[in-house]
């Protein structure tokens, strides 16, 4: 049994994916008229009085999703690793994720912020060589000027709460765009993958949905990778 077999995946008006949610959750959204029932199951909750049955897909009335959409992709790790291929954008190295982290072009001391303009993927070794300096400095050269990413948000919503091919209940298959997902297991091999999805399945809770960058969180974990040799998951979690 996965572990989406007792949750409930929220649409918006426009049949998007927003949210997965407990039954619990669900039933509340679906029982104060705050969403309808999509798709039906027999999967029941109890209450102390009666039963209820919780859908397996419910869509939000009224939702506005256009400006979520506009903002784009979350700021996050994982999400500047996904723009830039999982790959260091200094020497185009690619391996196991403990072996990755964030470079700030200009440092953090230095004035620079962390923002998608700023923040490269970069391998330990490169990220070590360019210490407080400009790439340029160094020797070291960019792959590629980097930006605010303008992929689908609908396309990330896997990965945000670790959806995989064999996670995602047949049910929610028509709704869940699992191509990002397929391209990053090409790039990066099974293992990592695997590690992936643990870390998204660890970390899917505490992440908002509100589509805003939570750059004090961002700050926290930049510091807590730099003393290496903590496992994936744990250099990972928010
Ligand atoms: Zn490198």
Redesign the pocket.
Same mark, same amino acid.
């Given at each position: 049994m996965s572990s989406f077999e007792r949750k409930v995946l929220v649409l918006d008006s426009r049949y998007e994916p927003v949210k997965v949610v407990s039954m619990q959750v669900g039933f509340v959204l679906l029982y104060t008229g705050r969403a309808e029932p999509l798709v039906e199951s027999d999967r029941m909750m109890r209450t102390v009085s009666r039963s209820y049955s919780v859908p397996w897909i419910i869509r939000l009335q009224n939702s506005s999703p256009k400006g979520r959409r506009m903002q784009g992709p979350r700021f996050s790790r994982q999400n500047v690793y996904l723009r830039d291929g999982y790959r /260091?954008?200094?020497?185009?190295?690619t391996g196991p994720l403990q072996g990755l982290t964030l470079d700030h072009l200009i440092p953090a001391a230095k004035g620079g912020k962390t923002t998608w303009e700023n923040i490269v993927t970069?391998?330990?070794? /490169?990220?070590l060589?360019k210490g407080m300096r400009a790439p340029e400095e160094v020797g070291?050269r960019l792959a590629a000027i980097p930006v605010r990413p303008h992929f689908h948000p609908a396309s990330l919503f896997p990965l945000r709460y670790g959806l995989t091919r064999k996670t995602v209940p047949a049910v929610w298959m028509p709704y869940i765009d699992l191509s990002a997902l397929d391209r990053l297991a090409g790039l990066l091999g099974g293992g990592q993958a695997a590690a992936l999805e643990a870390h998204e399945e660890s970390s899917a809770q505490n992440l908002p949905n509100d589509g805003r960058p939570d750059l004090s969180k961002h700050r926290s974990k930049k510091r807590g990778i730099s003393h290496g040799g903590k496992p994936v998951v744990a250099a990972f979690r928010s």
């Open positions: /260091c954008q200094y020497c185009s190295w970069a391998c330990k070794a /490169c990220n060589r070291l």
